[in-house]
């Protein structure tokens, strides 16, 4: 079983800047994607990395202010976050894509970590 750590969460004012880590204890699929939950919402895809040449894949939201990098050597990919509004505000979770399909679709990703809260108020 892949264990995955979320880390680098925050509180910090719109327009601000934040790098979130996440750690896997092994890498057992190709595809790394990161999702966030706002307070009484459902699980939404934020974007997605390939271990293996580094491809990625954004939600339209964040197209353009976030950045997905990795880190193989570390097992860790990086969710680089900029130009934050208050609507980002959300709990951010990564996770493996063990099942090929929809990148948006969470269902094909498993072993979610317990995630990062991040808040953008002013």
């Known amino acids: 079983q892949v264990q995955v750590v979320e880390s680098g969460g925050g509180l910090l004012q719109p327009g601000g800047s934040l790098r979130l880590s996440c750690s896997a204890s092994a890498r057992t699929c190709s595809i790394m994607g990161w999702f966030r939950q706002a307070p009484g919402k459902e699980r939404e895809f934020v974007g997605c990395?390939?271990?293996?040449?580094?491809?990625?894949y954004y939600a339209d939201s964040v197209t353009g202010r976030f950045t997905i990098s990795r880190d193989n050597p570390k097992n860790t990919v990086y969710l680089q976050m900029n130009s934050l509004k208050p609507e980002d505000t959300a709990v951010y979770y990564c996770?493996?894509?063990?099942?090929?399909?929809?990148?948006?679709?969470?269902?094909?990703?498993?072993?979610w970590g317990h995630g990062t809260q991040v808040t953008v108020s002013s």
């Open positions: 996770a493996p894509m063990l099942r090929v399909g929809p990148f948006q679709d969470e269902r094909r990703y498993a072993y």
């Open positions: 990395i390939s271990w293996n040449d580094g491809s990625t």
